[in-house]
């Protein structure tokens, strides 16, 4: 039995130090799961292996965590077929189905705090941001439980000599690849449909943010998941995840992460079992403001928190702000102003609106590309330091570039920090041009009045979702994915069962 980080007697943290008691009990008093969980137990990787953990805020060792390869992929994947075939899940009725997951998200909300706690910790994200991911994360799991027995499968209308019905069936072994970025989210909008539809999972966290999915194994436990069904694998890339993805015995891949890993996932689908490779993956998505906008001091702040918010790195981060140069000069001041209000702080302060960078690999490809940018001849506005807090940490200040143009590496690849890289353009024809020239499409914003132009430029833009007069609006209830070399599937809505089920056509003679 879990028992919540915050009890009646340990309150609800509302400061920084209140989350600094939590953080500091949770590291030290509480033991931190950190071996993997393969067929109903906590165990250590085969090959014994761990890897460090690091809170990116203040250097400090988290934890060492099991580092699985081969051997523990392997024996995951037998488990979870075992349990597939078992039918103990996968066959159990919907209702049965959804009152596990519905218990998973009560388990979760009751312990929402120490998980928003552990991503925080773990890859220097602001708190307050985590526990908005926590609401996500937990809203996701709940739709698709309450979603799974109400969804009918179809009766074709052939002639009436026979009877032709299209049934939707689990897929079986489903491995769910996932980032650093929104580690638990990231995973819910994977493992909440998956499960739904009466998969078993095996899940490999990012090795730069292993703890949550831990904690959330323990909690599937509780809830009553059936053996096998949901697997965690802590470990790296090239060795699990590879290992996962080569598998003659795993039926989907559902990765979400950078287009060049999930170009290898293919690869690997190709050389084995051609699994099904559902990809959410990077992003380099255009934000649009035309000169007919209202409130460009509103305007503004959103295009900043477009890309300043998580630090940058959100695959759907507004890193191109596309400004019709009658504004430019006016709009970019006004930008800059909202960034001067968005500077790292320290990630269990309430009050922080960007925390540090995940690691120091990552903290030093940012950097890099801010010293292209300079180099390249972009004018830089503001920031494009390393910066710390307290004296401590990786943390990189709001960083903009404007006189960007096409074939600047910051205006045309994903950097994953914040980092904005300003265009100029006269025409409506110039900016659809502009937001299109890339290779992604993941999402793309569009301020105006004009509804005219509202239509005509989000027909035209290619790309899986489009933000008009918004940034970033979500719900559980439409679906997040890419188009081009974002990706190839959609997470969360009743779509996103679609990518974790096959239909199965049955045809019924009835003339015989
Ligand atoms: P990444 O591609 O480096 O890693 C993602 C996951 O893949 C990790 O768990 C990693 O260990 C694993 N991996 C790496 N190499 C592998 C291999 N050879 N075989 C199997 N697994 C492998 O990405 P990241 O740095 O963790 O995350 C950042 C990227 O994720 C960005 O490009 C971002 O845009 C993207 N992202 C996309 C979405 C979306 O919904 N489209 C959401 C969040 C993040």
């Not at 970033?472 to 188009?483: N, Y």
Request: negative net charge; hydrophobic residues 40%; charged residues 25%.
């Amino acid at each position: 039995m879990t028992m919540p980080l915050s009890t009646p007697e340990t309150p609800i943290p509302e400061t920084l130090a209140d989350w600094q008691v939590l953080a500091k009990r949770l590291t030290t008093e509480q033991r931190l799961e950190t071996r993997a969980y393969i067929d109903d137990a906590f165990v250590d990787a085969a090959g014994g292996a761990t890897f460090t953990t690091v809170n990116p805020a203040t250097g400090e060792t988290l934890a060492e965590v099991a580092s699985c390869d081969a051997a523990d992929a392997e024996a995951a994947v037998a488990a979870a077929r075992r349990a597939f075939e078992s039918g103990e899940w996968s066959r159990r009725s919907p209702a049965g189905r959804k009152a596990v997951l519905l218990k998973l998200a009560e388990l979760m909300e009751a312990n929402q705090h120490e998980l928003a706690l552990l991503d925080s910790l773990d890859m220097g994200k602001p708190v307050n941001s985590s526990l908005g991911d926590m609401a996500g994360a937990i809203g996701c799991i709940r739709h698709h439980a309450e979603s799974i027995d109400k969804l009918y499968g179809e009766v074709a209308p052939t002639g009436e000599e026979s009877l032709g019905l299209v049934m939707r069936e689990p897929l079986g072994v489903v491995a769910s690849i996932v980032p650093w970025n929104f580690p638990l989210m990231m995973t819910a909008w994977k493992i909440g449909p998956a499960l739904a539809a009466g998969n078993s999972v095996i899940l490999k966290p990012s090795e730069k943010s292993p703890l949550s999915a831990l904690r959330l194994a323990e909690l599937t436990r509780e809830a009553g998941l059936s053996r096998g069904v949901f697997q965690v694998l802590p470990g790296f890339g090239h060795t699990v995840g590879k290992a996962l993805a080569l598998s003659m015995d795993v039926d989907c891949l559902a990765f979400t992460g950078s287009t060049g890993v999930g170009k290898q996932l293919m690869q690997y689908a190709g050389q084995s079992n051609l699994k099904k490779v559902f990809l959410e993956c990077g992003g380099k998505s255009p934000n649009v403001i035309f000169a007919d906008c209202k409130d460009l001091d509103r305007v503004a702040e959103h295009a900043a928190a477009a890309i300043f918010h998580n630090q940058g790195e959100v695959c759907i981060a507004g890193s191109r702000l596309l400004v019709e140069n009658t504004i430019r000069e006016a709009f970019v001041d006004k930008v800059l102003a909202a960034a001067e209000r968005m500077q790292p702080g320290d990630p269990l302060d309430p009050d922080s609106f960007m925390g540090a960078m995940v690691d120091q690999a990552q903290h030093e490809r940012v950097l890099d590309y801010i010293r292209r940018g300079v180099a390249e001849g972009a004018t830089l506005r503001a920031g494009g330091e390393a910066t710390q807090v307290e004296g401590k940490g990786l943390f990189i200040g709001p960083t903009v570039f404007d006189g960007v143009t096409d074939g600047m590496a910051i205006g045309r690849e994903e950097i994953f920090g914040p980092v904005l890289a300003v265009f100029g353009f006269d025409t409506e024809e110039e900016a659809v041009r502009l937001a299109n020239d890339s290779d992604y499409g993941l999402a793309a914003g569009l301020w105006s009045q004009d509804i005219d132009r509202i239509m005509r430029v989000t027909r035209r833009l290619r790309s899986g979702q489009v933000f008009v007069n918004n940034w970033a609006d979500m719900d559980q209830t439409v679906p997040f994915g890419g188009v081009k070399q974002s990706g190839n599937g959609r997470d969360k809505s009743h779509h996103s069962l679609e990518e974790y089920s096959d239909l199965k056509s049955v045809w019924m003679t009835l003339a015989v």
